[in-house]
């Protein structure tokens, strides 16, 4: 790994992922990178690419469920300034990828921007919820987009257009690019009202979700079926399942709860039980929604 020193991007060799995911599980990664612009990162990529290195670009770290054994190759943290700004001009709102979710809600609330009242308590980046097109129900984030910028693998960047990016039930084509940043349409609405709505969402998830414990979020996406993922594993009776330290909620059975210490075999275990249950009861195989690295 002697070529990581001629790199301009700060590097970092053996860094722990538990401490960069919401779950907080994870071994280390071979090498982790913070580029400071897009050609550190074009440069991180086209190195990557051209010495067969695997690798995985972070924001938040929700959603993801790294395996104790950690990531072999590198992971890309698009943390710095120049990924995570925001301005607006005239009715458009200009996003990078790495801005906290939230900072952009509670932004929006201020300055009365709507729309983004459904995407209250999701804690992800703007890039990470593109790719996983975030949202509650059919109030998505990818109604509210009008461009993307993107990186491709080869380290050439690209302004895609709506027509371009196609989002659909926790999926979009976005991620097999690095999303840089986005454009979205701005709607305009009293800031009281908004705070009205988003306080109304966050007070639905605090009475279904555990909003404060350590966990990933929905772990299996909802089939086509009248019930949804949480509802069938709840039907067979595995709400409150343990596994060394990892639950399955007992307030949402969608949710795997770390309640101090698990281990992602811990966490694997659990969805692999609720998955062979509900094929069994139900006849459907769930689905991960979570990103498993």
Not at 135 to 140: E, Y
Request: charged fraction near 30%; aromatic fraction near 6%.
């Amino acid at each position: 790994m002697h070529w990581l020193k001629e790199l301009k991007a700060e590097v970092r060799l053996k860094e722990p992922l538990n401490i960069h995911t919401t779950l907080r599980i994870g071994g280390p990664a071979d090498a982790w990178a913070e580029p400071q612009d897009y050609s550190e990162l074009k440069e991180l990529v086209c190195n990557c690419r051209r010495r067969k290195i695997s690798y995985f670009v972070i924001g938040r770290g929700s959603n993801i469920l790294v395996s104790d054994k950690g990531f072999k190759g590198m992971i890309i943290s698009l943390s710095a300034p120049c990924f995570s700004g925001i301005r607006v001009e005239k009715n458009r709102i200009f996003c990078g990828a790495g801005l906290p979710l939230a900072k952009l809600i509670r932004q929006a609330q201020k300055k009365g921007w709507a729309g983004w009242e459904a995407l209250a308590g999701i804690p992800a980046s703007v890039g990470g919820a593109l790719i996983m097109n975030a949202g509650r129900g059919k109030k998505t984030i990818g109604n509210l987009v009008r461009g993307v910028t993107v990186m491709d693998r080869n380290g050439k960047t690209h302004l895609l257009k709506k027509a371009q990016v196609k989002f659909g039930y926790r999926q979009s084509n976005l991620d097999k690019y690095i999303v840089l940043g986005a454009e979205f349409a701005l709607k305009e609405k009293s800031p009281e009202e908004i705070r009205e709505n988003i306080t109304a969402v966050l007070k639905e998830k605090r009475r279904k979700q555990h909003l404060n414990r350590k966990n990933a979020g929905c772990i299996f996406k909802n089939p086509t079926h009248r019930l949804t993922a949480g509802e069938m594993i709840e039907a067979c009776g595995l709400k409150g399942r343990e596994r060394g330290e990892a639950e399955i909620s007992k307030k949402h059975a969608n949710f795997i709860i770390n309640r101090a210490n698990a281990a992602s075999s811990d966490i694997f275990y659990l969805m692999d039980l609720a998955q062979r249950k509900v094929q069994k009861k139900f006849g459907v195989l769930l689905e991960p929604e979570i990103r498993i690295i």
